[in-house]
């Protein structure tokens, strides 16, 4: 009975709801976050060389790097943002503006100490050193000064052969798997139809969402100012008028008289 009744309802909604709007509700694709990484604890880096002060976390698998005061992941064609290197995460829509200065070959080079043909006598930087110092690192360009991040006999590449080499590095990133899937992914988002509410019900919201002006309220006049006859209130203006300029009011005068 509870199998007839359940395969009767299922009908129902099939002739009830249209196909296309039934497509249209399992089209969407969700953003899920990259799982969380654990550390023993926190985690030691590294300064990459040519880069505007890049550091990266070595040893791992993952690609979790530090950069201008925040922590970046690459996860499966997409990028995560976070203040802290192991949760938080936050999905960003951009590739960052860093990544394209980063050798892809750093992690051989970091193994055999070795970068472009010259020893890489690198520093590990503790994490707690990190979050003291980066601004000021930054800011007085401590690496580049300090033997050129470690790199013995290296002078940093011309700006022109930089340029070419960031280049290069974004076409083999939009070449990458990972990242084409999600390029289509995030098509086919855009391509969904977004729900628009009836005008009615957005002018009905509107309306709410605009505050109320209260209109000043007219001063009353006193009860018995009100009450009495012009020429009452005239004669009590020039009495108060007369007493102020020091001249008797005129029912006196006559009364001397």
């Known amino acids: 009975m509870k199998k007839l009744l359940f395969g009767t309802i299922l009908l129902a909604l099939a002739i009830a709801v249209p196909i296309p709007a039934m497509a249209g509700v399992n089209i969407s694709i969700g953003i899920s976050l990259p799982p969380p990484i654990v550390f023993q ?3 030691d880096v590294i300064v990459l060389p040519d880069t505007p002060d890049v550091y990266v976390v070595p040893g791992i698998d993952i690609d979790l790097f530090f950069w201008n005061g925040s922590w970046w992941r690459l996860w499966e064609g997409r990028w995560y943002r976070s203040h802290y290197y192991d949760r938080g995460w936050a999905y960003y829509n951009y590739v960052p503006r860093f990544y394209f200065d980063v050798d892809p070959g750093w992690r051989r080079y970091y193994r055999d100490h070795d970068w472009d043909g010259h020893r890489w006598n690198y520093e590990r930087v503790p994490y707690s050193r990190l979050r003291q110092n980066w601004r000021k690192w930054h800011n007085d360009r401590h690496w580049e000064r300090q033997g050129y991040w470690g790199v013995q006999g290296y002078r940093p590449r ?10 290069q590095r974004q076409q083999q990133y939009q070449q990458r798997p990972e990242v084409q899937r999600h390029q289509q992914q995030m098509r086919e988002r855009q391509r969904q139809p977004q729900v628009r509410q009836p005008k009615g019900q957005q002018q009905r919201q509107y309306q709410q969402r605009q505050p109320q002006v209260r209109q000043p309220q007219k001063q009353q006049q006193p009860q ?7 020429g009452q209130q005239q004669h009590q203006k020039e009495s108060q008028h007369q007493k102020s300029q020091g001249q008797p009011e005129r029912g006196d005068a006559e009364h001397r008289r």
């Open 224 to 230: 018995q100012q009100r009450s009495q006859p012009r």
């Open 41 to 43: 604890a926190p985690p």
């Open 158 to 167: 011309p700006q022109q052969q930089r340029l070419e080499l960031r280049h």
